[in-house]
């Protein structure tokens, strides 16, 4: 609807306008939600001294957003306030990392599904009231976007008490952890949205809201996979922590999340091909395509996130920054190659980060098998 009312470039910079924040929530953090909320889970305690670092970092974030809103609105008077906006909600954005790291690791999957509907279906259910009513336009979309992640942050926020209450300025800052997993965090949440960075820097709001739409589709795609990823994931903090070794079931979580992920992106790459021009537009002639490739690269992106998680889960960090510079390594270069042959597009830069993932996993499963070895 969104696609279809706003058209491409409405789309694009409606996309624009909550990039940084999403970058910057996962990559300024330093990897503390995820080792505060793993060190309250397996210890009973958390670092006072992180919490307070972590509280500071998003004060600093919401500060960056605001002096960076300009440089990413395209030239838009309406992306930048709405950036600025969005980047209001940041100062909260480190406690509510924080939450939703502990509604995973506590495996408490019915706190943590409301707080994604919050993201997700609340904005949409919103958006689907206002086309309804024949008032969907740029800023009535904007506002149903906020009020979710308004209430996301709520829900998560107040998840992060039980870690508040246990802090202990005694407890010292996993140093190490913190280093090699923020570092890892980082590249990895400045690389998954390079390319759309690239889209926005170099080509036209109208080819950043078509790949947004894309984007959408590849994740919808996902969503099964990621949902199994969840689960497993807290079903292998509590295997770790109770009986102190790996999970004998995680090769299954990997077979079946690759064969939904895949039955769910022909599913969707099918439907596009044959009714998309009617449900978006015809601004997103032949986006199944750009679909297709971004579904393949969303398979690869989950399967880091299940390395990754066992890696944080195990308390095991070699190998994680390596792997993730490998990853942005690709992409920049790849993107540089492509611009420079003057072959810059949508499906070139959506196979980039294909090539991303894919580097990245085979540098980190090189990495652990020659440890052991």
Known sequence: MIAHELGATGRGGLAAAFLLPSALEFAI??????????????????????LWVLILLSLIGALVI????????????????????AGFLFVLAGLSRLGAEQLVDRDQHAWFNAYRASVLVVPSLGQIALF????????????AMFAG????????????????????WATPVQVTAN???????????????????????????????????????????????????????????????????SDPQSKIVVVTRLAVSVVSSAVIVTALAFWGDTLLGDDFVGIEWVVAVLCVAQIGWDQWNWDFGVAVASERWRGLAVASFAGAATI???????HRAGSLALIPVAWAVVASNASRIICYNRANRRRVK
Do not use: E
Not at 132 to 141: R, S
């Open 179 to 245: 280093s090699r997993l923020g570092i890892s965090m980082a590249i990895d949440q400045v690389t998954i949205r390079s390319d759309q960075i690239a889209i926005a820097a170099l080509l036209t709001p109208a080819d950043l809201g078509v790949y947004a739409v894309a984007l959408t589709c590849a994740k919808a795609a996902g969503a099964t996979g990621q949902a199994i990823n969840q689960v497993a994931y807290s079903r292998l903090v509590r295997h770790i922590t109770q009986q102190s070794g």
């Open 332 to 338: 920049v270069v790849a993107i540089a190659v492509i």
């Open 132 to 143: 309804a009513l024949d008032a969907l336009n740029f800023w009535t979309a904007f506002w």
């Open 29 to 50: 953090f330093l990897g503390l939600p995820r080792t505060l909320s793993i060190s309250n889970v397996r210890r009973g305690t958390s670092s006072a001294v992180g």
């Open 66 to 85: 605001y002096l960076s809103a300009p440089a990413l609105s395209g030239g838009d008077g309406d992306t930048v306030v709405a950036t600025r906006l």
């Open 149 to 168: 992640q308004c209430l996301a942050l709520t829900v998560s926020a107040f998840s992060s008490i039980a870690v508040l209450r246990s802090c202990s």
